[in-house]
């Protein structure tokens, strides 16, 4: 391949170039979400110069392209990257809405679809802007693509929160300095044989393999001989077992060292002090364990190889609810004040663990950190039950088992009380579906640090602390005026301590940013549904069963655009936080033009959040009244929990 059929592009001369990008019918229809939009403009914010800093590019991928032959225009057939491709279009005709002038040279849709008439009548509904407020104004329902039009709307809603009044500057930055590397391949190229070796090749080396083997080349700096084998040894056996996010640490271990780790017939502990006792713990039972024979199996003459081992349970399937390369991070930030962003994940190792003088003792204190946190994380954090579909709070326990040597793991709720319990799932559940990027978890950092500085963890002190943390973001910093606290100080430097307090600057506040538009994060809304879950469970079984989802889109109980010809409401009404709810954007794009009275005719059997549970009661007579007594109300929950 020459170099000529790899070239960089700014993000901008990959829009406005002559040729046609086409999407085919063979790749897969637009698939990011919340998360990935998230992250990537959260990405190129970044990697913005800060006042005196000089202007460096930011690569985001590669665009791989087959160039059609003997047609009239230049047409690539988009073989990777159309994911890329397809945000970039949307975020530029997101952000030419804004500025029309701006965006001059933004003259026309580059990106086509093959076969897809419903993703280019929706692509073209949005890049002209012939609509006011919804692009289904002008399309029937039929001709919408809803992810191409969730993906606009999340870019509609994430954009002022990320970004704010730094628009212009972001979005020069984004089209002049973000670039995508456009791959060309040959025009001999069997492109069936090409998709089948890019379904079957390995993945490239991740970071965190690549630290992995950078922490055990230090160890071997190590210069007693039986101390370098053995810290390497355990190194790799608690690395090992905590990588794999989807299980249990205990599981992750072989049944005989889970009692010593984590407790004989209990394993629900963790009472080591250093990476040493961990280390002759390990070592001394893998040796006690090895595959040396005894006389009496040699005088039997089975060799170790053929007897019969103990059948290990089938371990149950979890979803973390982060992956391991983030957690790496929330590890180290234990002890080093590191940011939560996985792109410097290799450098802020290698100035807190891999560089420093003491580097041996810093891989071995990280090693031991490492364990404690994926214990803690599993002990203490939800995680998603694949065979039930549901959030769970559970502990690793030993049970008896028949036969068995050393037991069987078994789940219970980490806390007695079962009332507490559940209402920690339910609050690590409401921050959980509020960030649903892995990266800037802040609220599991809160978790994290407090679990792991705590002496012991108590039910009720654990659940009075997540509360404070969840007070705390909503009041000090998403209903803050200005740019609200920043999340070190108040996970480190204020320990998770609300500090707003009732008066008339808080009045102020919340009659100003809560209000549709100005809402910054959707913790405000679940923290919320948090609080009417507690206070109306006990009276309302619909309450009682409610769970958090992942839901997204914030909703205008009495739609922006009616239909039916019915009256439009006045703005101070319709944005109004009474007359707003959170839902996700499937039921968003089908119920937008709905009346109040046939939203609930569609929620007679289900429940999307507890605040909408409350306003659909009022369908019936849903106005400008009762907006305003809702809004009072929901603000007075708020407030009452300060």
Not at 197 to 222: C, F, P, T
Not at 574 to 582: A, D, P, Q, R, V
């Amino acid at each position: 391949m020459t170099d000529k059929r790899i070239e960089a592009y700014s993000a901008r001369a990959m829009l406005e170039d002559d040729a046609d990008y086409v999407i085919p019918m063979y790749q897969r229809n637009y698939a990011w979400d919340e998360g990935e939009i998230t992250q990537l403009i959260q990405d190129v914010k970044d990697y913005m110069p800060k006042p005196g800093e000089e202007r460096r590019n930011y690569y985001i991928g590669s665009l791989v392209v087959f160039k059609r032959e003997g047609t009239p225009r230049t047409i690539y057939e988009t073989i990777d990257g159309q994911q890329r491709l397809t945000t970039l279009s949307l975020l530029a005709s997101c952000l030419r809405r804004q500025d029309p002038a701006r965006f001059a040279w933004f003259k026309r849709l580059n990106i086509c679809f093959a076969s897809r008439p419903k993703s280019a009548s929706t692509f073209a509904a949005i890049f002209d802007g012939r609509f006011k407020r919804d692009p289904l104004e002008l399309l029937d329902k039929d001709e919408v693509n809803t992810a191409i039009l969730n993906g606009y709307r999340l870019m509609q809603k994430i954009l002022p929160q990320l970004v704010g009044d730094e628009w212009h500057a972001f979005a020069d930055y984004l089209f002049e300095c973000v670039h995508i590397m456009r791959v060309e391949v040959p025009p001999d190229t069997d492109l069936n044989h090409y998709f089948e070796i890019m379904n079957s090749r390995g993945e490239q080396l991740e970071k965190h393999e690549v630290l992995k083997a950078r922490m055990l080349a230090v160890l071997q700096d190590i210069h007693d001989p039986q101390e370098r084998a053995q810290s390497q040894d355990c190194f790799q056996q608690i690395w090992d077992a905590c990588a794999d996010m989807e299980k249990y640490v205990q599981a992750a271990f072989k049944p005989e060292l889970r009692g010593p780790l984590f407790g004989e017939r209990d394993w629900g502990g963790f009472a080591h002090r250093d990476f040493g006792q961990l280390c002759q713990l390990l070592c001394r039972q893998e040796a006690s364990t090895g595959t040396e024979m005894s006389l009496d199996a040699i005088l039997a003459g089975t060799p170790p190889s053929e007897r019969p081992k103990e059948k290990e349970e089938a371990p149950e399937r979890f979803n973390a609810v982060i992956n391991f390369p983030n957690f790496l991070l929330h590890v180290l930030s234990m002890t080093e004040p590191v940011s939560l962003d996985d792109k410097g994940l290799i450098a802020h190792f290698e100035k807190y663990v891999l560089k420093p003088e003491n580097a041996i003792d810093k891989v071995k204190a990280f090693a031991f950190n490492l364990l404690k946190c994926k214990y803690l994380l599993d002990q203490y954090v939800i995680k998603r039950e694949m065979s039930k579909d549901r959030w769970s709070l559970s502990r690793y326990k030993w049970r008896e088992r028949a036969g068995s040597r050393h037991g069987q793991g078994d789940y219970e709720h980490t806390f007695a009380p079962e009332d507490i319990n559940r209402q920690l799932l339910m609050l690590l559940s409401a921050f959980h579906v509020s960030t649903p990027t892995m990266m800037y978890k802040h609220w599991l950092n809160a978790a994290l640090h407090y679990l792991f500085h705590a002496d012991r963890v108590e039910a009720g002190a654990y659940l009075q602390h997540m509360e404070s943390v969840a007070k705390a973001f909503v009041f000090d910093r998403f209903l803050a005026v200005g740019e609200g606290a920043d999340y070190g100080d108040i996970i480190y430097e204020k320990k998770g301590k609300c500090q707003a307090q009732r008066g008339p600057e808080l009045d102020g506040a919340l009659e100003k940013i809560l209000r549709f538009g100005a809402i910054r994060h959707n913790l405000v809304f679940n923290y919320l549904d948090f609080l009417l879950w507690r206070q109306h469970r006990t009276t309302d079984a619909r309450v009682d069963g409610y769970y958090f989802t992942f839901r997204s889109s914030v909703e205008h109980f009495y739609p922006q655009q009616p239909k039916d010809g019915a009256a439009i409401l006045d703005d101070q009404w319709l944005h109004s936080f009474g007359n707003l709810c959170l839902i996700s954007h499937s039921k968003n794009s089908a119920l937008s033009n709905f009346s109040p009275v046939a939203k609930k005719d569609y929620y007679a059997n289900s429940i999307d959040s507890v605040k909408q549970h409350l306003m659909l009661q009022h369908a019936a007579d849903w106005g400008k009244d009762r907006i305003q007594t809702h809004c009072q109300q929901m603000k007075q929950v708020l407030l009452n929990s300060l």
